[in-house]
DNA sequence: CGTAAGGGTGAACGCATGTTCAGGTGAACA
DNA sequence: TGTTCACCTGAACATGCGTTCACCCTTACG
């Protein structure tokens, strides 16, 4: 029928699949579902996706890129500041995004993908780990073991994306708060 | 064949079955598998369960009753020496059953177990509440809202976890001590 | 007009899964 | 020995999946 360009075809089934592999997981996503709310045949896939391995493989690539890019900007910020923000995307990232993140969850060992999620966590460890070496530096951090506190931080903020997830907290961002003055409890220098 | 009496072919199974959902997860286990690995054929495992539900949700209301009972005598505990214990256990538990961990979390928001996790988690924040609480009145940790900074501990501890098990860190058991730190340091009470 | 090509179709294929069920087998007892 | 019954078997069934491919439109161009 040469109803639509092929870019635009590309771009519309990119977007279906980001729904249903939100709602559904990776192996809960069929092929058939994403053609059917793309308005596309299930043979219409295979001309713009070798396979599912792929279409899931440019999505994920997608959404590590923005989330590293608005990560990132932190760099420049003064410490104190960095960390408020950082809890604050990432709280707000998770709930503006559960179905994508229940989706790495639930798949996390998928092999095809490894290699993303490793760069991934590398660079957010990085990162924090820069945030704190700044802090200490600037004397506003104890003589912390930046690396081994970076990666704690990471877990407080990876379990409560996760229990938010569990449907076991329902409001994720008063934490927000919580974790932000436990965290700082734990390295800030002592004024007096 | 009458090879074996009833309740033996049954713990065999449960046995086997443990083994499959913790390689592959609930989706991923096949009762072909199962019954491979029991020695058994595929209609022998329905003869002991009704369905491959019921088999799972038999063998995860043993697991939660292992753990359970493993932290609830971390009650009668010092507050400090709970929470440290408390942290070791978690961490422990994660290390020598990641297969477990990682199907719990795979596949975690499987309808017919949601009443079985929402008491498990309960029972957990309950605990480290009134670890928290007891802290509180014997004035060894600050004036907190317990029930908040039960949570933000419980994060971080499914956030290494969850680390743990993405293969982000390898040595788990480091963490404890930072873990205790920084919680530590976040609630007590200055002594000065 | 003919025809080539880009864009698209969906039945069909091969495979894997959970579950069923008609039937087998051996020990125990009459 | 014959009968019963608890225990067990695995081919067969229904379903659902990713993927393929022979074929169909519509447009562009000569």
Chains 1, 2 share one sequence.
Do not use: W
Not at 52 to 65: M, N, Q, S
Not at 94 to 115: P, Q
Not at 137 to 162: P, Q
């Amino acid at each position: 029928m040469n109803r639509r360009k092929a870019t635009e075809s590309k771009k519309i089934i990119l977007e279906a699949a980001n729904e249903v592999f939100a709602e559904r997981g990776y192996s809960g996503t069929t092929i058939r579902e994403v053609a059917r709310r793309a308005g596309i045949s299930i043979g219409g896939i295979y001309i713009y996706f070798q396979n599912k391995e792929e279409l899931y493989l440019e999505l994920t690539r997608d959404h590590i890129e923005t989330f590293r890019k608005h990560t990132e900007m932190l760099r420049d910020k003064e410490p104190l500041a960095a960390l408020k923000a950082l809890i604050e995307y990432h709280l707000d990232y998770a709930i503006k995004n559960t179905g994508l993140i229940s989706m790495h969850i639930k798949e996390y060992d998928l092999e095809f993908k490894k290699n993303l999620k490793k760069t991934f966590f590398d660079s957010q460890q990085r990162l924090v780990t820069g945030i704190l070496k700044k802090g200490v530096m600037k004397g506003i951090f104890k003589d912390i073991n930046c690396e081994e506190t970076a990666e704690v931080i990471l877990f407080s903020l990876r379990g409560a994306t996760m229990d938010y997830l569990f449907g076991q907290i329902r409001d994720l961002k008063k934490y927000g708060e919580s974790l932000y003055q436990l965290i700082l409890n734990g390295i800030r220098r002592k004024a007096a």
